[in-house]
């Protein structure tokens, strides 16, 4: 439920405290993304990149799943389970957590890398999600059985380091000419 709640506030702080900048001249961004970089853009699109951000981080936990004896979306937790997870090896624990983090930064590494797709609506939508998602797993730290960064050895570093990766995607999409 935090993460909800994380959500909507950060979604606020892109939109309606826009008047507020003015107000106090002041920039208000969240992870380096403010909402000068999404004004003019097509929030649907932007939107749907990212749901398509977050199914593809969960898609990469439920394929890593399948090829180790299986998986399923528990819609209670909202999380992917790894069938037999507590018999598996550390090092297959692990990967199935950082199975969404590198499923989205490969996608979103490629949707970047297009000319096409770089600066399309969608595109921005799915790399500051993948950020932004990063971040809060960094920042919120849930402890959680089944929290990908508490299980990366409450890996805050490689957290970061996912994190760091999307925010330069995100960077490239804004910044780069064609």
Not at 131 to 137: C, P
């Amino acid at each position: 439920m935090h993460k909800i709640i994380t959500l909507i506030i950060i979604i606020l702080m892109l939109t309606g405290c826009a008047g507020l900048e003015k107000k106090t001249n002041s920039k208000i961004s969240v992870m380096g993304i403010s909402a000068d970089d999404f004004r003019g853009r097509n929030w649907l699109e932007v939107t749907i990149g990212i749901g398509v951000s977050f199914l593809v981080h969960e898609t990469g936990h439920i394929l890593y799943a399948e090829m180790n004896g299986g998986g399923h979306f528990d819609s209670s937790e909202c999380v992917v389970i790894m069938e037999d997870y507590h018999n598996q090896s550390h090092n297959t624990q692990q990967m199935f957590h950082r199975a969404g983090f590198l499923s989205q930064l490969f996608v979103g590494g490629i949707l970047t890398a297009i000319p096409a797709t770089r600066h399309a609506d969608f595109t921005l939508g799915f790399n500051a999600s993948t950020m932004i998602n990063t971040g809060l797993y960094v920042l919120i730290n849930d402890d959680g059985e089944y929290s990908d960064i508490r299980q990366l050895d409450n890996g805050k570093t490689e957290g970061n380091i996912y994190t760091l990766g999307a925010g330069v995607l995100t960077y490239i999409n804004l910044d780069k000419k064609e």
